[in-house]
């Protein structure tokens, strides 16, 4: 076991969480899956054709891929502007009462397990430098790297892509055919689909893969029955 190269691992899956671009990806290819395979079977349930199905469809990939790209835009720059604010608070109480700070931080060095003159003694030493204090206390204190705020254009580009890629998978097969056998590949390339991310969501938190990916399945699977039910009783009412 290579143990440098693990902890590697784990150090850039921490920087991909804080960046936003983990949650979007996630969070992206997800609503794909679910969603489209939603309107797909809601749409085919009501008795629409192979053609209507597809355009119905494809709508909602345009539609959903552009929501999620702006709304996590919107809030990986909120976190962005967020942060950037508390860097300028924490610049402003440095120049207020700049041993407030140290004291502080003193007390997180003592707290992690560091003699209190030593973690005193570091702090000090890190004062001397204006930017080493306001990273130090950002990191030890606020709890956030501002190094790595994150890249709202990172986020929406991520959510965008992989909720179209993950949206292509109930909609590829009314390409091909329509009807029963078009709508059995679109759950089933669906359950794939959440079966894979399911995992992925497990093993990247360090659970079981199986229950993850279970988990994933069974709410494809209930997704699939409640749509398909709403809109076969809905082209029954209006036929």
């Not at 119905?56 to 929501?67: D, E, I, K």
């Not at 942060?83 to 700049?98: A, E, P, Q, S």
Request: glycine share 12%.
């Amino acid at each position: 076991m290579d143990k440098k190269k693990d902890s590697e691992i784990l150090a850039k899956r921490a920087l991909q969480v804080q960046r936003g671009a983990a949650r979007a990806a996630v969070l992206g290819v997800n609503d794909g899956l679910v969603s489209v395979l939603c309107i797909v079977l809601a749409v085919a349930g009501a008795g629409a054709s192979g053609h209507s199905v597809l355009l119905a469809g494809f709508a909602g990939l345009v539609a959903g891929a552009v929501s999620m790209a702006a709304g996590e835009w919107i809030s990986v720059r909120a976190q962005v502007e967020l942060f950037t604010g508390i860097l300028g608070d924490i610049r402003k109480l440095m120049r207020d009462d700049r041993e407030l700070l140290v004291e502080q931080v003193t007390a997180r060095f003592a707290e992690s397990g560091h003699m209190h003159t030593t973690a005193h003694q570091a702090a000090q030493e890190i004062a001397h430098n204006d930017v080493a204090l306001t990273d130090v206390y950002a990191r030890q204190v606020m709890g956030f790297n501002p190094d790595e705020l994150g890249s709202p254009w990172t986020a929406a580009w991520s959510s965008f892509v992989l909720f179209t890629l993950g949206a292509l998978a109930p909609m590829v097969s009314w390409i091909f055919t329509d009807g029963v056998v078009a709508m059995a590949w679109s759950v089933g390339l669906t359950a794939v689909g959440g079966l894979i991310v399911g995992g992925y969501i497990s093993a990247s938190s360090g659970k079981s893969v199986v229950s993850g990916a279970l988990r994933q399945l069974g709410i494809i699977v209930l997704a699939s029955v409640v749509t398909y039910g709403v809109g076969y009783l809905f082209g029954v009412s209006i036929g």
